[in-house]
């Protein structure tokens, strides 16, 4: 990085992330997995294909906003 700064995400390199946008952009989730980097493609189409939808419905069951964006109008 610039100025000799050690890159905060250096040793987060090899995970991989998943983005999930609804279709009004209100909501975006990420998913982050572990050293999945090299195999993120895979877990996509795990996504997309169903895969995942138990385990993500009980995340966002115990989910909690992490910010509320009050007035916001797109």
């Known amino acids: 990085m610039s100025k000799g700064s ?3 995400l250096f040793e987060f390199r090899n995970d991989g992330y998943l983005f999930l946008i609804n279709q009004d952009y209100s909501e975006i989730e990420l998913l982050i997995i572990s050293d999945g980097r090299n195999l993120i493609s ?3 189409q ?3 294909d169903g895969g995942f939808d138990d385990e993500l419905k009980n ?3 115990q989910a ?3 910010y509320k964006y009050e007035g ?3």
């Open 64 to 66: 909690k906003d992490f």
């Open 6 to 8: 050690k890159n905060p």
């Open 42 to 44: 895979s877990y996509y």
């Open 72 to 74: 916001l109008v797109i």
């Open 59 to 61: 995340l966002r069951q």
């Open 46 to 48: 795990k996504l997309i």
